[in-house]
């Protein structure tokens, strides 16, 4: 930021350790012989002088490492034998390595001993490496480096019940705060020896249990020794882990858990009789912030016992609700307890049936920042009326989602007649609401009062190249877009010209989807040359789009030039083995570009030969997806064979 570095000769060692946040995540393998060369060389490059040069390579850095895809163990042991020389390592990243390039599996027991060497480790995630027992033995082994261990992944590692026991008798001892268990095969009998490990861990904060069928006996046991040793516990989730509807009593004991501010419970098919349970439970969580209860079958009978929980936990501030059939009668049910509450800022109430009068009732009430009210259609023309006045009281709102809610013509206009109302809305989601013909032109009006927007989503509203006319129009005004979703709009060739009306404008602009509009890359599409002034541009998708070879060969400057862009997506753009040889003979010149996506392109063996052949030189790519192509397997081979070492590779 212009700081003058060479003229900084007092500063705090915590502001040292600001300074090189740069280099507190390392991906193995890195650059240079040792992070102290690449630490040198930076230095030398901001020209700091030699007494500020000194405390800077002196301070013993806490880094995060991330193994990337293609390590063997050796390597690995020896990054992290080179590491722990210059900094301490307090974080270490194994969830992107399940296997290497040639599909053999690392194990979590032959990397034991370079984890060793990290006796300063925080921070271990360890998801998706499918640990075996003597997995298991090797990480209750390291129990006595890993001293100031806090966090750890264990989520995707087929644990089950036969091996519970060994993996309760490895975690007893280390200081974890957060342990996430999620995506496992934990059923009833494992849930209950890992209780024991619960019972004695009294550091826990956090616990994720996510997709492990425990069932209500498990959640007994579980929340019993939770009670007993957990006082601190303030994170649980709990989504999807019954088989069936649970009893009542099943969540009886979690009401005893007093310090929860987060908890997920949904899709468990608690249903109106197990949702009773849960309000007499949760009246004495008062540090409830954070409560996910969408896909439970809750229906408009829990609407009084979802007012009692509001009342008793005053600090609930994020409530989502979303596919529980609540309706229209639900709503009304809950009242004025909306705004009573105070303190509920973000509400889900997405996909429950609601008409025009459910949405009325709901923003008549509460002063919400993050309301989403997707996927309930206001079907009826006579509803219209009801849309009129729905937002007038909530002035504080700061996104606003509005999905495929059947919201077409003289609905949408009417209910975004309402928008100026909103003086800090920054995000809004309208897709899928068809608004076509002479209403696309009151909606851009409306829109283009929004000034303070900086996330537009109006994707399948079916503007056509008349509907970009007008959207460019009113557009223009909104300089401080940096995500827009323009997706399935059918917006041609023939208003092309338009998009990039609206392009010029928005120069800060990082996210932007055009994906399935009719582009046809035989003619010139002008948004392609604006897109090179977009110096902020990171995500791009032109996917679903007739680009052919003509369309690569315009987009090529883009590739080329951009210092920003990190992801492009290509799917199904017809670009063929001569389209894909024009993209490879460029590779080495994208000096930004981490993901690409070329499925379902036609490609056959020569294009895929062409691209094999020139993906060494293109070091930065991390993700390649090429699936649904129709090249032969030794061509496939050959893009395995030619692949950087970090490469995550889609075929």
Not at 68 to 78: A, F, H, K, V, Y
Not at 90 to 113: C, I, K, T
Not at 306 to 317: G, S
Not at 486 to 497: D, Q, V
Request: hydrophobic share 40%; net charge positive; aromatic share 4%.
């Amino acid at each position: 930021a212009g700081y003058p570095l060479a003229h900084a000769h007092s500063m705090h060692t915590q502001i040292l350790e600001l300074l090189l946040k740069i280099f507190t995540s390392v991906p193995l393998p890195f650059s240079g012989k040792t992070l102290l060369e690449d630490m040198r060389r930076t230095l030398d490059m901001l020209q700091v002088n030699k007494d500020l040069r000194k405390s800077l390579i002196e301070l013993r850095l806490g880094v995060s490492v991330t193994v990337l895809p293609g390590q063997n163990t050796p390597g690995i042991q020896d990054g992290l034998r080179r590491l722990r020389h210059s900094v301490v390592v307090q974080s270490l990243d194994f969830s992107r390595l399940p296997r290497n390039m040639h599909g053999d599996r690392v194990r979590f027991e032959d990397l034991a001993s370079a984890v060793k060497l990290c006796n300063g480790l925080q921070r271990m995630n360890l998801r998706c490496m499918c640990m075996s027992e003597r997995g298991i033995l090797q990480l209750g082994e390291l129990r006595k480096t890993l001293t100031k261990l806090c966090e750890l992944n264990l989520a995707s590692n087929g644990f089950d019940d036969s091996n519970a026991e060994k993996l309760c008798e490895a975690l007893q001892g280390l200081p974890l705060t957060s342990l996430d268990l999620r995506d496992n095969s934990i059923r009833e009998d494992g849930c209950t020896k890992l209780s024991q490990c619960f019972a004695k861990c009294s550091t826990l904060e956090g616990l994720h249990l996510e997709n492990n069928r425990i069932g209500e006996e498990g959640l007994k046991r579980m929340a019993s020794a939770l009670v007993k040793g957990n006082p601190n516990l303030r994170s649980l989730n709990l989504k999807r882990v019954f088989t069936q509807a649970p009893s009542a009593a099943a969540f009886a004991l979690m009401g005893q858990l007093v310090a929860l501010e987060e908890i997920n419970i949904s899709s468990n098919k608690i249903g109106a009789e197990g949702f009773a349970a849960i309000a007499r439970a949760f009246a004495s969580l008062s540090c409830l912030r954070l409560l996910d209860l969408s896909n439970n079958e809750l229906g408009p009978d829990s609407a009084a016992k979802l007012r009692d929980i509001l009342q008793a936990c005053p600090k609930l501030c994020n409530l989502c609700l979303r596919r529980n059939n609540f309706g229209d009668a639900g709503v009304a049910g809950i009242g004025a307890s909306w705004d009573s509450h105070g303190q509920l800022a973000c509400l889900d109430m997405g996909s429950n049936n609601l008409s025009a009068q459910g949405l009325a009732n709901i923003t008549a009430f509460g002063n919400f920042t993050d309301l989403d009210l997707s996927h309930n259609r206001v079907r009826q023309a006579e509803e219209v009326e009801m849309l009129q006045n729905c937002f007038q009281n909530v002035t504080v709102l700061r996104r606003l989602s509005l999905q495929d809610c059947g919201l077409s013509q003289q609905k949408m206009v009417t209910l975004m007649g309402q928008v100026p109302h909103f003086g800090a809305l920054t995000c809004l989601e309208l897709g899928g609401n068809h608004v076509w013909g002479e209403s696309i032109e009151s909606l851009a009006k409306v829109l283009g009062l929004c000034t303070t927007l900086c996330t537009l989503g109006l994707d399948r509203v079916m503007c056509g190249p008349g509907g970009m006319l007008h959207i460019a129009n009113h557009l223009v005004q909104l300089t401080r877009l940096t995500h827009v979703n323009l997706a399935e709009n059918r917006i041609g060739t023939g208003g092309s010209e338009h998009l990039a009306r609206v392009l010029r404008a928005c120069t800060r602009l990082c996210k932007l989807d055009i994906s399935k509009n009719n582009f046809d890359g035989t003619v010139t599409l002008p948004f392609f040359g604006v897109l090179l002034k977009l110096t902020e541009l990171k995500e791009l998708d032109v996917s679903n789009n007739e680009l052919r070879v003509g369309g690569i060969r315009q987009l090529m400057p883009l590739l080329a030039q951009s210092s920003s862009l990190s992801s492009l997506n290509l799917q199904m753009c017809h670009i063929g083995d001569e389209g894909v040889q024009v993209l490879a003979q460029g590779l080495r010149l994208f000096c930004a570009l981490r993901t690409l996506d070329l499925s379902s392109n036609r490609i056959t063996t020569p294009g895929t030969v062409a691209l094999a052949r020139q993906l060494s030189s293109f070091s930065s790519l991390t993700r390649l997806f090429f699936a649904c192509n129709a090249s032969h397997i030794d061509a496939y081979s050959a893009i395995l064979n030619n692949a950087p070492m970090r490469l995550e590779l889609t075929i």
